[in-house]
């Protein structure tokens, strides 16, 4: 028996089984860090991130913040807000632009007219519109034919009326400057469908085709309209005890990271992704691709 072999048998089995299981994971990568060659890839943008109070928005406004720019961060509890405004300023990510709290109701029209026009009276222009304010039913998720009209509404008025609404609003600002970004959160279940969410899959697979049809309009005005699709997201309350059965269906076998959605936002704002519009960049482990196993 070679030496190898001999120190294999003395490891016992349930720590083989750790080993197995957790090497070869990508670690959570620390919230906000800058490489040194992103260091100022936002410093002088002016960027508006609805649901920036969240668990992917937060991320989002961190990486642009922590990278240079000037964020309007969004969402409707202005406490919800402060305290996250509060908390970039305890742990210094805003580096170089200012963090403005925006307190904007994606499903109300004149609360979006508002929030934009005082982002840019303080900021003098927009540069990128992250639309990802919204959710799905949870608790109140069921069949179809057990539904309520008003969570049916209240779904589809968040995420499907808010992304048009807020990106009607940003393109009006961004078409005179001749130049801007917008990037409309959609999600692997309005690629798939998935039971017991059906409202939640009509709205986000509407904000795809929206996204395609605004990109032909909006490109001879250089401004670029990209979706995002994220599988699940690492979001504390909702995922837990969930994580085993939800991990086992990518072939990642693990959760998104906040700050991984958060990375291919700040990739898309950036000069690196001028080139691309009218797409969909899928984060999902591998969700999507398949069934994984029987
Ligand atoms: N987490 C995931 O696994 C996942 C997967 C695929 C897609 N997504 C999409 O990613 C986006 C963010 O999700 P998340 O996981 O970060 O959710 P979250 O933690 O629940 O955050 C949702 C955010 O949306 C805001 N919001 C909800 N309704 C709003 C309204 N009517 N007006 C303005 N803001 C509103 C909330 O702000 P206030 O409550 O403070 O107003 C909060 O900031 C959503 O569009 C979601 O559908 C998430």
Redesign the pocket.
């Known amino acids: 028996m070679s030496f190898g072999s001999a120190v294999k048998k003395l490891i016992p089995k349930s720590l083989k089984r750790y080993i197995k299981k957790n090497m070869g994971q990508t670690p959570r990568q620390a919230d906000y860090i800058v490489r040194e060659s992103d260091k100022e890839r936002f410093l002088g943008k002016n960027i508006i991130v ?9 991320a989002v406004c961190a990486r642009l913040l922590a990278e240079g720019a000037t964020v309007g961060i ?4 202005e406490e ?2 402060k305290a996250v405004v509060e908390k970039f300023e305890r742990e210094k990510i805003i580096r170089g632009g200012k963090c403005i709290p925006i307190v ?4 109300d029209d004149k609360s979006i007219h508002d929030g934009v026009a005082e982002f840019i009276s303080k900021t003098g222009r927009l540069d990128a519109f992250v639309n ?5 039913a949870r608790g109140d998720s069921k069949p179809i034919f057990e539904q309520d009209i008003d969570v049916i509404d209240r779904v589809l008025n ?2 499907l009326r ?1 992304t048009i609404v807020c990106a009607r609003e940003a393109a009006k600002a961004m078409v005179p400057n001749k130049r801007g970004k917008i990037i409309n ?5 309005g690629m798939n469908g998935k039971a017991t969410m059906s409202d ?1 899959a009509a709205s ?1 697979a509407g904000i795809l085709g929206f996204t395609k049809s605004i990109a032909l309009e909006l490109g001879q005005y250089g401004i670029t309209v990209n979706c995002i ?5 690492n ?1 504390i309350p ?1 995922d837990k005890g969930s994580e085993p059965r939800t991990t086992n269906k990518n072939c990642l076998g693990r959760f ?1 990271y ?1 700050d991984e959605v958060a990375d291919l936002a700040a990739y898309i704002i950036s000069d690196s992704g001028n080139y691309f519009t009218g797409h969909n960049f899928v984060i999902d482990g591998g969700r999507s691709l398949g069934l994984m196993g029987d």
């Open positions: 609805t649901g920036g109070t969240g668990a992917i928005g937060s969004c969402g409707r509890n919800k807000l904007l109701d994606v499903t990802n304010a919204g959710g799905g968040t995420n808010g959160m959609s999600s692997v279940v939640y986000k699709s994220p599988g699940m997201v979001q909702f998104g906040t």
